[in-house]
């Protein structure tokens, strides 16, 4: 049997966070209008997302505004929140709105228990949506997804970089990354 789902809008999403329905410090996301909930972060997620944001923010200063774990508004049904969002410059910080795709240079979910969910559903949303460069750095194998050519079907070029290969961003391509086993972390790589 085929069951209907009623999808919230991310409207209607905002106004169960300020009715007090969902509280503030609830961990979830809205994805295809669907609240998800979002899985306690371990110590190498973390440790991961917090060295890649200092290796962002070294190599690409002010040319892009690099967000922790804040939501991207995708379409009117989805608002990951994603662990890593490069984005455009903007001079509010995106006070007055979350940032749309076409904002988004880069995305990257840092996955310790999320490999799957990382690299199938919310792969889908992103390249449906048209986010062009989208990254699962999968800390427990000490590898790099790298995701390209969105469509709505979903990327038609999928990458697994392991050790001390380089990735350059799509968007940046003259700024040399590698993945590197030894922090499980993206690091730059000096060449010397």
Known sequence: MLVDIRRLTVEEYHRLGEMGIIDPDEKVELIEGQIIKKPVKGTPHSAAVAR????????????????????????????????????????????????????VYLIIEVAD?????????????????????YWVLDVNNRQLYVFREPSPKGYQSQVILKDHANISLWAFPEVALAV??????????SGN
């Open 113 to 133: 228990t999320t490999l799957r969910s990382d690299r199938e559903l919310k792969a889908k949303v992103y390249a449906k949506s048209g986010i062009a460069d």
């Open 52 to 103: 890649t944001d200092n290796l962002l923010r070294n190599r690409l200063g002010e040319q892009v505004l690099v967000r922790l774990q804040d939501p991207v508004r995708l379409d009117d049904y989805s608002e990951p929140e994603a662990d890593i969002a490069v984005v455009m410059p903007d001079p509010l910080y995106y006070e007055d709105h979350h940032p749309t795709p076409r904002e």
């Open 180 to 189: 590197s086993a030894s922090t499980e972390a993206i690091k730059y790589e």
